[in-house]
């Protein structure tokens, strides 16, 4: 019996599969988690219990906690062991100042050399957000626009900060 090849239709340019390193999963959910409200600010914050949460064991978690607190999400007190960071009325303001003068930074870079297409690009990303304000509310909201302000700074050039305002976004939302 012959075995026929199964047609695949074309993906256009298609990044390979690769395995995830379960501390970035785990990192990635976490951080999600807080960023979207579902752990609050001060919540304390069991190894145990998110790894059960999480069906992995305590290592990928602990690395993970160790990379979220290097952000500024977390922290790691002796006495009141691993917490969601509450964040201060100072560091809301100094955070929001951030924002605004990395994400004008990429403006003031994009603007003289802007393209047509790049501009549509923005247009576009602008004009979901709009759909999901109208739509489907505050979480695809807050993604689209992370995504706008994100794509800006690439368009821009500016990789650097591009990281950074991915790093400030996730303390903003809080």
Same mark, same amino acid.
């Given at each position: 019996?012959?075995?026929?090849?199964?047609?695949?239709?074309?993906?256009?340019?298609?990044?390979?599969?690769?395995?995830?390193?379960?501390?970035?999963?785990?990192?990635?959910?976490?951080?999600?988690?807080?960023?979207?409200?579902?752990?609050?600010?001060?919540?304390?914050?069991?190894?145990?219990?998110?790894? @059960?949460?999480?069906?992995?064991?305590?290592?990928?978690? !602990?690395?993970? %906690?160790?990379? *979220? #607190?290097? /952000?500024? &999400?977390?922290?790691?007190?002796?006495?009141?062991?691993?917490?969601?960071?509450?964040?201060? @009325?100072?560091?809301?303001?100094?955070?929001?100042?951030? !924002?605004?003068? %990395?994400?004008? *930074? #990429?403006? /003031?870079? &994009?603007?003289?050399?802007?393209?047509?297409?790049?501009?549509?690009?923005?247009?576009?990303?602008?004009?979901?957000?709009?759909?999901?304000?109208?739509?489907?509310?505050?979480?695809?909201?807050? #993604?689209?626009?992370?995504?706008?302000?994100?794509?800006?700074?690439?368009?821009?050039?500016?990789?650097?900060t591009q990281k950074f305002?991915?790093?400030?976004?996730?303390?903003?939302?809080?």
């Amino acid at each position: 019996m012959a075995v026929s090849r199964l047609e695949i239709p074309s993906m256009g340019e298609v990044q390979p599969l690769r395995r995830v390193p379960l501390k970035e999963q785990a990192f990635d959910r976490i951080r999600r988690m807080i960023v979207n409200g579902e752990l609050e600010s001060g919540k304390v914050l069991s190894e145990a219990a998110l790894a @059960e949460n999480l069906g992995i064991s305590r290592t990928p978690v !602990r690395e993970a %906690l160790m990379q *979220l #607190a290097a /952000e500024g &999400l977390i922290d790691y007190s002796a006495f009141y062991g691993t917490r969601v960071h509450t964040w201060t @009325e100072s560091e809301r303001q100094e955070i929001f100042l951030l !924002r605004s003068t %990395l994400e004008l *930074l #990429a403006v /003031e870079r &994009l603007t003289p050399t802007a393209t047509p297409e790049q501009v549509a690009v923005l247009e576009s990303l602008l004009e979901q957000q709009r759909a999901h304000a109208r739509d489907e509310g505050w979480a695809g909201f807050i #993604a689209m626009d992370a995504e706008f302000h994100l794509k800006l700074s690439e368009l821009a050039g500016l990789t650097v900060t591009q990281k950074f305002l991915g790093q400030i976004r996730n303390m903003f939302h809080l």
